[in-house]
C-alpha cells in the first residue's frame, strides 16, 4: 500500500510541476504585432563582431569606417532590422561588438552586416548565429532615444 500511494503522489507531483498557468496579462494584439510565439519569445540572430584582417593604421580611413559603421546601426536600427548593438569590453577572443538582428535566417542577417563599410573594408569580421530571446526586445529602442544624453 505504502508504494502504491508512493507511486501515485509521484505521479501528482510530476503532472502539477509540467502544468503550464495561463498569463492573465497575456496581450494578443501586443504579442501579435512582435511576432510572439505562446511563451513570449521569437528568433532573431546574433552577430558578433571581432577583429578583421584589415590593419590599417590611417586614422582618416579608421574615422570613415567607424563613422559609416554607426551611420549604418542607425539605418538598420530605424528598419527594424537591429534591435540590439554594442562594444564588447577587451577580451582574449578579438570580439569587438554585437548586433541582434530581427531577421528569421542567417542568410538575410549575412545580407545586412554586408552593408556595413567597417565589415566590407575588413575592420570587422562576422560571426552569426540564430538565437531565441524575448519578442519584447525591439520596445527597449523607443525608451533608449530618450535616456541618451549624446548621441554617438
Do not use: C
Amino acid at each position: 500500500m505504502k508504494f502504491l500511494s508512493a507511486v501515485f503522489l509521484a505521479l501528482f507531483i510530476g503532472f502539477a510541476a509540467n502544468a503550464q498557468v495561463q498569463n492573465p496579462t497575456y496581450d494578443k494584439a501586443l504579442a501579435d504585432s512582435l511576432g510572439a510565439d505562446d511563451y513570449g519569445m521569437k528568433s532573431y540572430v546574433l552577430a558578433i563582431l571581432k577583429t578583421g584582417s584589415n590593419t590599417t593604421t590611417d586614422k582618416e580611413k579608421l574615422n570613415a569606417y567607424f563613422r559609416g559603421h554607426m551611420e549604418n546601426i542607425g539605418r538598420l536600427a530605424k528598419e527594424g532590422k537591429l534591435v540590439v548593438a554594442g562594444p564588447l569590453g577587451k577580451n582574449d577572443k578579438n570580439y569587438r561588438g554585437i548586433f541582434i538582428l530581427d531577421v528569421k535566417t542567417v542568410e538575410e542577417a549575412q545580407k545586412l552586416v554586408e552593408t556595413d563599410p567597417a565589415v566590407k573594408a575588413k575592420i570587422f569580421d562576422v560571426e552569426l548565429y540564430p538565437w531565441y530571446g524575448s519578442a519584447a526586445l525591439p520596445m527597449y529602442l523607443p525608451a533608449s532615444e530618450k535616456i541618451a544624453k549624446i548621441k554617438p
